[in-house]
């Protein structure tokens, strides 16, 4: 509401020349395109009929790659160089004299090599989860909480059989992880020779990336590894049904050994009244019986004297 002049203003969401608006009336005269009534709000592009006025049209911004003409519902354009994405921040003053931008693409080493680092660091990580649970201390005589368990090892070879087998499928120079650097140290860790790496993406940057993320490449070995650790049927699945089949064996025969006590201890109180009574009885008698001894010690005591 601009004073006394009230105003309508309609605008998209979504940007670009295929989000253009578009406002169809259907007027109670028959006529939808005029000046009378709901045909007020009537509005097609290019129609001479239009009430409304545009203030921006909709359009698809456009960028100049290497002379070719780029266009875009968006300000980002994907793929107009492969693999990509290019964000347009703003207009160019002149686009016909404005001086060219240069966009060097490179290969991002310093990530691939942050990557496989923090790689090593990771499984290094569990491996000393793994030693945790696992190992006994002789010199203390404690033991870790899954000392002796079978599920641990399990899970632990079959880790290390894909980490020092062969991982390449064929298509690539590298078929295991001693090739890029990383080889076992002490305890079993993983050790990365940062120079070695180095070389491998200096020489062979797209095999390494084969290496890790190709169709059988060590990433989909290891996601399906751990996809069958977790599974309803998995090693470990299976080993918690074990646990709980075995703490409800343990609470099944608590109740039974509770039930136990007390019958003992119900069995045992009466048989501890029946001793308090009959050690009643046998005091009453002990008392008769010694009351009984004097009075024939009396007697004859006093048959002694007469004599």
Avoid: C, W
């Amino acid at each position: 509401n601009g004073g006394s002049e009230s105003k309508l203003v309609i605008s998209t969401i979504n940007t670009g020349a295929s989000n253009a608006i578009e406002i169809t009336v259907l007027d109670d005269d028959g006529t939808h395109d005029d000046a009378a009534g709901l045909s007020q709000l009537f509005f097609q592009a290019g129609n001479g009929n239009n009430r409304l006025t545009e203030l921006t049209a909709a359009t698809d911004g456009k960028i100049t790659v290497d002379g070719f003409t780029v266009s875009s519902s968006t300000n980002e354009f994907k793929d107009a160089i492969q693999g990509v994405t290019i964000s347009a921040l703003k207009q160019s003053v002149d686009p016909i004299n404005n001086p060219p931008e240069t966009l060097t693409v490179a290969l991002n080493k310093t990530a691939i090599q942050g990557k496989v680092s923090s790689f090593v660091t990771v499984f290094n990580a569990l491996k000393d989860t793994f030693n945790l649970l696992s190992d006994y201390n002789a010199a203390t005589g404690e033991a870790g909480l899954l000392n002796g368990d079978a599920t641990i090892r399990t899970a632990e070879r079959q880790l290390e059989r894909i980490l020092y087998g062969s991982i390449s499928d064929g298509s690539g120079a590298y078929t295991n992880l001693s090739q890029l650097g990383i080889t076992t140290g002490e305890k079993g860790k993983l050790e990365l020779d940062q120079t070695m790496l180095n070389s491998a993406l200096e020489t062979n940057f797209n095999d390494i990336g084969e290496f890790f993320a190709g169709t059988n490449g060590l990433a989909k070995q290891l996601d399906d590894l751990t996809t069958g650790f977790l599974s309803t049927t998995g090693i470990i699945s299976v080993r918690e049904d074990g646990f709980d089949a075995t703490l409800k064996e343990i609470s099944a025969d608590r109740v039974a050994l509770d039930q136990k006590l007390a019958t003992i201890e119900a069995r045992t109180r009466q048989q501890f009244a029946a001793l308090d009574i009959l050690l009643g009885q046998l005091n009453s008698t002990s008392e008769f019986l010694t009351q009984q001894l004097a009075n024939t010690n009396r007697i004859v005591t006093g048959n002694t004297s007469n004599n």
